[in-house]
């Protein structure tokens, strides 16, 4: 995955991220739910927080909690800066999951909702299995294969381009945590069919929060016959709420074996 190309496009959805990301928002608060009591110790990481959204949550959830907001995006920390969510107890930083510049073992909480499926599932569970410390805690949510699956077809049938990133499967991040060190304690899978009124209104939701980043394909909208191809093929699949747009999420409380 080329992550600078996944930052820039993130970072040109900050400012649209928090108006049309309320899957994602109502993903983190499910995964907020699941989180343990009391924390083994006061460092947390909101990993991949984007705009930072729930930072007000999570600060009232742990209040002796002292937090990172980290996102590969700078766009985004500033939007969570301008919107008042980052301060002395949620300091922005801007990382790569995969490479996290934080010592070992020494979070207590690592906060991750919807940012991880652009990662390596092995790699980025041995990154977060090295900085949480003995009996800390990772809270992940992240989309599965499958998602998307409407969108996918529908551009399949119109010009066979790769238009929706293929994610991990579940087996993949539950190989990877456990074999990172990282013990699960509880699991959730959950499908989610949001609906939308018209083609146009769904891939302008796609574009204000990032997700239009494709790997290895073409994310530009471009071709008027092919838009009208996948448009009518999507068209097809209209149900009586509106467009279906189908998500498969997985949620995840692990704890880093000591």
């Not at 108006?19 to 994602?24: D, I, T, V």
């Not at 551009?155 to 990172?180: I, K, M, T, Y």
Request: hydrophobic content about 45%.
């Amino acid at each position: 995955m080329n992550k600078g190309a996944v930052g820039r496009r993130f970072g040109r959805a900050a400012a649209s991220y928090d108006a049309h990301a309320g899957l994602q928002l109502s993903c983190a608060r499910s995964l907020l739910a699941m989180g343990p009591e009391q924390l083994a110790g006061a460092a947390a990481v909101d990993l991949g927080c984007a705009t930072a959204p729930l930072a007000r949550q999570q600060r009232a959830r742990w209040p002796e909690a002292r937090w990172l907001a980290v996102d590969l995006s700078p766009a985004m920390l500033a939007e969570a800066r301008e919107r008042g969510r980052t301060g002395p107890d949620y300091r922005p930083l801007c990382a790569d999951a995969e490479h996290l510049p934080l010592a070992d073992a020494g979070q207590a909480l690592v906060f991750s909702s919807f940012a991880l499926q652009w990662c390596d599932p092995a790699r980025v569970s041995r990154e977060l299995a090295r900085v949480l410390m003995p009996g800390g805690s990772l809270l992940l949510a992240v989309p599965l294969a499958g998602s998307l699956w409407e969108m996918s077809e529908s551009w399949a049938a119109a010009d066979g381009r790769p238009r929706v990133n293929r994610l991990p499967a579940e087996s993949d991040w539950r190989r990877a945590l456990e074999g990172a060190g990282l013990a699960i304690q509880r699991h959730q899978r959950l499908g989610i069919t949001e609906h939308y009124p018209d083609v146009k209104t769904l891939v302008r939701a796609f574009k204000a929060t990032g997700v239009d980043h494709v790997q290895g394909g073409t994310t530009g909208l471009t071709g008027k016959s092919a838009w009208r191809a996948m448009a009518a093929a999507y068209e097809a699949r209209r149900e009586t709420a509106g467009l279906p747009l189908s998500w498969d999420v997985l949620f995840v409380d692990a704890t880093r074996i000591p």
